[in-house]
């Protein structure tokens, strides 16, 4: 286009000279007008084109931005759904928690009613508390004729359990044994460790599969009432039977 311009320029001059229309100053003038007038253009050409440079690299990183936005999009729309089936499945297993629960509460609601025992319910484990002197004599850890028949309707109710581990954790209060029992029992800690080692074997002889037993004694040191008095040594003296997930006693045997 310039060569065209200067071209006609050139053609124009040519032809007021020829007819000696303007002297050679004027022609001068017009040329070098024309020349300012093609700076110009060229100017502004080189100023489009920039702009245009300048618009395609803002138009390349607007579609790298709208790409990582809907990669985002894809993420956070991931990270919900995720998050909508861990909450689904915390609430169904905390419904079938509370339906074991309440399932164990009722097989065993005799027992219950009569102070031979007690339910709880913790957030990912079930415990059977059993009162000590139904059980056990005074510094024993052979099972009473009472107790085994209370202990055979407590392994009937565990029986259904096949996906929880069963720990069977021995208790006592804090009062030292009889010097004619330290011989079998030097103190109340291997007194606690034969009782619950008892319970888990009449529970193996009642058809529980041992592998998914766990006895352990904890003596006087895990206590849930004060020792001072005679009714807080009662309530520590006690078995606790565990139900607890096999997940969960995986960690719990994991070494810290």
């Known amino acids: 286009m310039m ?30 007008d024309k020349n300012g007038e093609i700076a110009e253009l060229q100017k502004q050409k080189t100023a489009l084109e920039g702009q245009k440079k300048g618009l395609e690299e803002q138009k390349g990183k607007l579609e790298q931005d709208i790409t990582a936005l809907k990669q985002q999009t894809v993420s956070l729309e991931q990270r919900s759904r ?61 099972l009473k004729k009472e107790g085994k028949e209370v202990l055979k309707k407590v392994a009937e ?23 004619s029992l330290q011989g079998t029992f030097p103190t109340n800690w ?8 008892t319970v888990v074997r009449f529970l193996q002889d009642s ?9 352990s004694g904890r003596g006087e040191y895990e206590p849930v009432a004060p020792n001072e008095t005679p009714e807080g040594r009662q309530k520590n003296r006690r078995i606790e039977i565990m139900l607890i997930d096999k997940s969960l006693a995986g960690e719990m045997s994991k070494p810290n």
């Open 3 to 32: 060569r065209q311009l200067r071209f006609g320029i050139a053609v124009v001059a040519a032809g007021f000279i020829a007819t000696g229309c303007v002297s050679t100053g004027t022609f001068e003038k017009m040329q070098a």
């Open 82 to 142: 995720s998050a909508e089936q861990e909450k689904a499945a915390l609430f169904a297993a905390s419904q079938q928690r509370q339906q074991q629960y309440e399932q164990l509460v009722q097989g065993l609601s005799k027992e219950v009613e009569k102070g031979q025992l007690q339910v709880r319910q913790y957030q990912n484990m079930l415990a059977v508390d059993l009162a000590e002197q139904i059980f056990f004599d005074s510094g024993r850890a052979a």
């Open 157 to 179: 109710a565990l029986k259904g359990y096949e996906n929880k581990v069963i720990r069977v954790v021995g208790h006592t209060d804090n009062v030292p044994l009889a010097k």
């Open 190 to 197: 291997e007194l606690s460790v034969a009782r619950a080692t």
């Open 207 to 215: 058809g529980i599969p041992p592998e998914r037993m766990i006895p």
